[in-house]
């Protein structure tokens, strides 16, 4: 079983930035998951923002999967030693307010958008 425990987030005037991060704690082996982040805005689905791989890549070039409206503002990256997430976010805007999840599982699991271990979200919102 796997908790994650999700820090960071909060207001930022447009063009700021945030940094989100989701540690994890039980017992399981952090490198072999793959881990993503998601947000949810209100009266809007659920998405899928970025994703990095375990062992194993996202992308067959090696990188991370982004989302179009996260491409070069946004960076996941893991710290294997520390058990713990992160979501550097630059050049905010407005259209990024929502609540903002990271997950963990399978790769499969996770690309697919369907992971079984969630944070408990954090709310960022970002005023123009």
């Known amino acids: 079983q796997m908790q994650l425990v999700q820090s960071g987030g909060g207001l930022v005037q447009s063009g700021g930035s945030l940094r989100l991060s989701c540690i994890t704690s039980?017992?399981?082996?952090?490198?072999?998951?793959?881990l993503s982040w998601f947000r949810q805005a209100p009266g809007r689905e659920r998405e899928q923002i970025a994703c990095?791989?375990?062992?194993?890549?996202?992308?067959?070039?090696?990188?991370?999967y982004y989302v179009d409206s996260a491409k070069g503002r946004f960076t996941i990256s893991r710290d294997n030693a520390k058990n713990t997430l992160y979501l550097q976010m630059n050049s905010l805007k407005p259209e990024d307010t929502a609540v903002y999840y990271c997950a963990a599982d399978g790769l499969e699991a996770v690309v697919t958008g369907y992971p079984d271990y969630w944070g408990q979200g954090t709310q960022v919102t970002v005023s123009s």
């Open positions: 990095i791989g375990d062992s194993s890549n996202v992308n067959d070039d090696g990188t991370p």
């Open positions: 039980g017992l399981f082996t952090f490198e072999h998951y793959a």
